[in-house]
């Protein structure tokens, strides 16, 4: 490989730093600037990289665009093989046994200019099959490795990774690259051309002129119809440009219609949303929840609340929001960011076609969060990896993985169809399907019991122009949980479900009339849907309430028996999650009742 005046720029790098030629002290960068880096940019003999553009493409791609999301049907996961190998080993035994995992090794040169081996696919290959840190990983799994032999600074993927993008909405896959905010780690910066190169698809840089746009992808999530969110770091780092300016090269280089910026945190140094917050779908985030007047949790709080107040999910209706402890950090006196604790957080995970990765860090608080994300993920497959060395570094899981789009998507967008009190007429199920050869089929798959399987009815394409196809349930009864999933088959074949891992996952609502009434008409307290469900295990209640009220939450059997008493006494105004631990309970099905002056609110619940 030639040396690019990147190559000799490193080469100052490591000798204005004193940094030694080991792996160590090229790969233990932290997510933010290192001290080392910090007072490099300070020498009058720094200057940024200059980037070698013989082959890099710096204008917009062509066409309308569609920029992916996270949870969209993934061909690939790229790593950075360098620090935290156990961590690493842990995300390819997750991820390699169903989809490609390509991993990034060898970088770094001398003072001579010479290459120095760091990470080979050998060395690599012996370590996923050794004893070390879980145990050997299967012979299918290391087949799905792929190993792209080029430089890099560190392991932050998600930063300096490249962003699937599609020209009409789903047909040519091709790659965006920002320019990554660290200037010194010039080598990351060019990996996306490496991969770009062995999946031969084009890389489009921001990197040039009026198209400069500096960003990365922890301060990014899009929810694949032109929308996007961002922390205010995106302007900050790019003081030369409006608002409209950064937003005019986002719909450019990506489709995005409508970017979303919220303030940045006081403790989160480096300001990346992906540290508290995550988009599930096009209408729920997750998001991280501190202690009441604890760290960052006033400004989280301030932000979501920003967002509900002025921008509706991309189908008009308001975003769900699903909380997620950040945990206080064991390992520095269970403090919080605001008292010297490391960034610990559940949010930072990566979805991956039919399994999510979540940040482990002690029993305490991990059971909880797993809880949270296998009910707000159904049927996914939640795996978690021990974080705690990479979290004193202020990264985890999704900031060192990054996913790469098919080349042929099979879309299939759907608003889960709320609860109901309707019992008498069908429930009508609209989809977008689209594929770039056109879809053939559509099935709509429900039913009301997951044990006895599902039925199918053919949808039909009801509007052309907008890829809307429709099918019907038929009615139920008041007390039914309805559970439904969508197939869509395109002509050259391919076949795609939504949710991906259907029919262990599903989209699910429920028909009842229960709801608690105030003397005005208005309803002054909820039960939302209770998960997981089917329950095995610490099931979540959540409850919400517009005023301070004495209660009673209860589970009854389907004769009415009492039993279980979840809750008794004062329950607070606002939101508030309840739980029950169903390990012990007989399989069957039940009834939650909330309870209180204002009325009875009822709800089924599987246990298993």
């Known amino acids: 490989m030639q040396k690019t005046t990147i190559h000799f720029l490193l080469i100052a790098v490591i000798a204005l730093l004193g940094f030694s030629t080991s792996t160590k002290a090229q790969t233990d960068l932290p997510v933010g600037f290192s001290k080392e880096e910090i007072e490099l940019m300070k020498s009058p003999d720094w200057h940024p990289a200059v980037y070698d553009d013989e082959k890099s493409i710096t204008t917009p791609p062509p066409g309308s665009l569609r920029a992916m999301a996270q949870w969209e049907e ?79 600074n560190s392991v932050w993927a998600r930063d300096y990774g490249l962003n699937s993008v599609y020209m009409n909405d789903v047909d040519s896959l091709l790659f965006v690259d920002w320019k990554y905010n660290r200037p010194t780690r010039t080598s990351d910066d060019t990996v996306p051309r490496s991969i770009g190169r062995i999946l031969h698809t084009p890389v489009y840089e921001t990197t040039q002129g009026n198209n400069l746009l500096i960003n990365t992808g922890g301060n990014w999530m899009s929810d694949g119809l032109g929308t996007s969110f961002h922390s205010k770091l995106i302007l900050n780092e790019n003081p030369s440009w409006t608002v409209p300016q950064v937003d005019t090269i986002l719909k450019h280089w990506m489709g995005i219609t409508r970017s979303i910026k919220m303030e940045t945190l006081p403790f989160d140094g480096i300001h990346h949303i992906d540290m508290h917050m995550k988009l599930l779908n096009e209408e729920t985030l997750l998001v991280g929840e501190y202690p009441t007047g604890t760290a960052d949790g006033p400004q989280i709080e301030a932000n979501l609340q920003f967002v509900l107040s002025n921008y509706n999910s991309v189908f008009g209706t308001p975003y769900k929001v699903v909380r997620i402890p950040q945990p206080p950090d064991q390992n520095n006196g269970y403090t919080y960011p605001d008292n010297g604790g490391n960034y610990l957080t559940y949010a930072n995970a990566t979805i991956v076609n039919k399994t999510v990765i979540v940040p482990q860090y002690y029993t305490q608080y ?5 809880c949270i994300w296998r009910g707000a993920m159904p049927g996914y497959n939640v795996v978690g990896i021990n974080s705690n060395t990479t979290i004193s570094a202020s990264g985890s899981l999704h900031c060192i993985t990054h996913e790469i789009g098919p080349s042929d998507p099979l879309l299939i967008v759907h608003q889960n169809l709320p609860n109901t009190t309707n019992t008498t007429t069908p429930y009508q199920v609209d989809a977008r399907i689209q594929h770039r050869s056109g879809i053939q089929t559509a099935t709509l798959y429900y039913t009301n019991d997951t044990s006895v399987g599902f039925t199918s009815t053919t949808m039909t394409l009801t509007n052309a122009s907008l890829n809307t196809w429709t099918g019907f349930i038929p009615a139920y009864p008041s007390g039914t949980h309805v559970f439904y999933y969508i197939k869509g088959h395109a002509n050259s074949g ?115």
């Open 74 to 152: 993934v061909q690939a996961v790229t790593i950075t093989w360098t620090s935290y190998t156990s961590v690493l080993k842990g995300i390819v035994r997750a991820l390699a046994q169903d989809t490609k995992v390509i991993i990034v090794c060898y970088h770094s040169f001398d003072n001579f200019g010479n290459p120095i081996i760091t990470s080979d696919s050998t060395t690599i290959k012996n370590y996923l099959l050794s004893t070390a840190n879980g145990g050997a990983l299967p012979a299918s799994s290391i087949a799905n490795c792929i190993f792209d032999y080029t430089e890099y």
């Open 494 to 608: 391919k076949e795609q479900v939504r949710p991906m891992p259907a029919p262990a996952g599903n989209f699910s609502f429920y028909v009842t009339g229960s709801t608690g009434i105030n003397e005005s008409g208005n309803a002054v307290y909820a039960m939302k849907d209770a998960y997981p469900n089917p329950s095995h295990g610490i099931t979540c209640i959540p409850v919400s309430l517009d005023k301070n009220m004495k209660g009673s939450i209860k589970l009854f059997d389907m004769l009415g028996n009492e039993t279980a008493v979840i809750y008794e006494g004062e329950m607070p105004a606002g939101d508030k999650n309840y739980f029950i631990n169903t390990v012990n309970i007989s399989a069957g099905a039940y009834f939650i009742t909330v309870e209180t002056a204002e009325g009875r609110l009822t709800q089924k619940l599987m246990v298993r």
């Open 366 to 370: 991990d059971t909880t969060a797993l």
